[in-house]
């Protein structure tokens, strides 16, 4: 039987305000385990929270970029639990009244783009961390990460697969990224995903039972995690037995998971309004003003790429990957470069060489002037491209100036009138039986006596002046063959 894959992820993402969601404590990763906590987010007897206003900011601009509807009124209720990371053994988070409801995130699949409904936006805390292998004696906890905004983002079980899976999940972080709410770091956690997975048989309507996965902090892990989920459900029930609901824990290093626990209903979890938090209100004309702050949303720019400035689909998805990545391309474009050589300088040069060498646009020591002023020594004959790649190469090792870089490393092309007869004059000295030929009518001739001078020229004699002066010393000049 042919099964379909069912996978619906809930997105935890930190908000990168300067402080805490309910102290003043710093929101920073890092730092000597239990350092950067106080009574408030460490949740002792009688702290209480504050609520900063900062994460409600954040957290509507991410609703907002992702077409959520903003409630008006949404509540922090507490999340009952016991676990060792959470002294106060209950987690402040939005259960009945969330910020943010609906909305979706667009993405693009091999079969074509496909949209992903969202359930809802909500605000948390984020729980401290345990320590499990530090010193072998036993395990450690560390508070630091208490009281850390989070928002979580719920989507529909809409997506059909790993691939969508991902693509899901790399679309959201290029949406967070773009609108500076969070910084995106999946390997401190910031971003991380819980992922439930079920299957059914296709065309069905109804969906299977279903597992959940926690904390994948990768984009191959949620991939690899969803086909191995899958896989392993198809087996049961081949074999005619059932999924059970439950959650397991995933192991990216053995690429396969195990049971936990059951799967918890919402109601193990004895929800209720936190008596200690007032409701949030969020008024139309915040909405507005945090609408009026959106930047310009990856797909926006994507689209803006192909519709206005005519690159193609594969470009424009590799120009649009990150913030940073777009923000280097426009500033080449800044420089006055035509559209087609930026896309070449950034994707087919800069991106292939960062690929080889594994290196990021955050960890080259220029920036995407400097890269612009570079292509542009090219368009305007200074430099040819074969120079200007040798330029590119040391600029990638110690940055520097374009235009001093071709000059101190005798790149500058050879266009006054002295070099460039000097090399026509080479050529035709040192190929004597191909200027016979040329004049008997072989224009191949021509091409070989071009290569001799610009080889004359070290190889960076402007090209157009040198055909013409080459053509002016065989055929004599061109007004007199008018
Ligand atoms: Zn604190």
Not at 20 to 38: D, L, Q, S
Not at 469 to 476: C, P, T, V, W
Request: aromatic share 6%; glycine share 10%.
């Amino acid at each position: 039987m042919a099964y379909e894959i069912v996978c619906g992820l809930e997105i935890h993402a930190e908000l990168s305000t300067a402080t805490k969601i309910w102290c003043g404590c710093a929101n920073e990763f890092g730092g000597e385990p239990n350092t950067r906590c106080c009574p408030v987010c460490t949740g002792l007897p009688g702290a209480l929270p504050v609520l900063n206003r900062r994460v409600v900011a954040f957290a509507v601009k991410a609703g907002l970029a992702m077409h959520c509807t903003i409630a008006p009124r949404s509540v922090m209720a507490r999340k009952n639990y016991f676990y060792p990371d959470m002294p106060k053994a209950y987690q402040i988070s939005q259960y009945e009244a969330p910020l943010c409801l609906g909305g979706h995130v667009d993405i693009e699949t091999s079969a074509g783009p496909r949209r992903i409904r969202l359930t809802r936006i909500h605000i948390e805390e984020d729980a401290g961390k345990l320590l499990h292998d530090a010193y072998g004696t036993g395990t450690l906890v560390d508070l630091n990460r208490c009281g850390v905004p989070l928002i979580e983002i719920v989507s529909e079980p809409d997506l059909r697969g790993a691939e969508e899976a991902k693509a899901y999940m790399e679309a959201v972080r290029e949406i967070l990224e773009a609108c500076a709410v969070s910084d995106v770091k999946m390997q401190e956690g910031s971003m991380r995903a819980d992922v439930n997975v079920s299957i059914r048989p296709v065309g069905a309507t109804e969906y299977g039972t279903r597992t959940e996965m926690k904390n994948l902090n990768s984009f191959r892990a949620v991939h690899r995690a969803v086909e191995a989920e899958a896989k392993r459900q198809e087996a049961l029930l081949a074999a005619g037995k059932k999924v059970a609901q439950e959650t397991r824990q995933w192991d990216d290093n053995r690429g396969e998971s195990r049971g936990m626990r059951g799967k918890e209903d919402a109601q193990d979890y004895r929800y209720f309004p936190d008596p200690d938090l007032v409701p949030i209100l969020v008024s139309e004309s915040d909405v507005a003003r945090i609408r009026a702050e959106l930047p310009e949303l990856p797909a926006e720019r994507r689209a803006r790429y192909i519709g206005t400035l005519g690159i193609a689909e594969a470009d424009a998805a590799l120009l649009t990957r990150s913030r940073a990545e777009a923000e280097l391309f426009e500033a080449v474009l800044a420089q006055g470069v035509g559209v087609r050589a930026a896309v070449t300088w950034v994707v087919v040069e800069l991106f292939a060489r960062l690929n080889a060498a594994g290196r990021s646009v955050a960890d080259l020591p220029f920036g995407g002037a400097a890269l612009g002023r570079l292509a542009a020594l090219v368009e305007a004959g200074k430099v040819n491209a074969g120079s200007a790649r040798r330029i590119l190469g040391s600029m990638m090792e110690q940055g520097g100036e374009p235009a001093a870089l071709a000059e101190s490393m005798g790149l500058l092309v050879v266009a006054d009138e002295g070099g460039i007869a000097a090399a026509v004059a080479a050529a035709l000295a040192g190929s004597p039986a191909a200027v016979a030929d040329y004049r008997s009518g072989s224009a191949k001739s021509f091409g070989f006596l071009m290569g001799q001078a610009m080889k004359a020229a070290g190889g960076r004699a402007d090209p157009k002046l040198l055909q013409a002066a080459l053509r002016e010393a065989l055929d004599g000049p061109a007004e007199g063959k008018a």
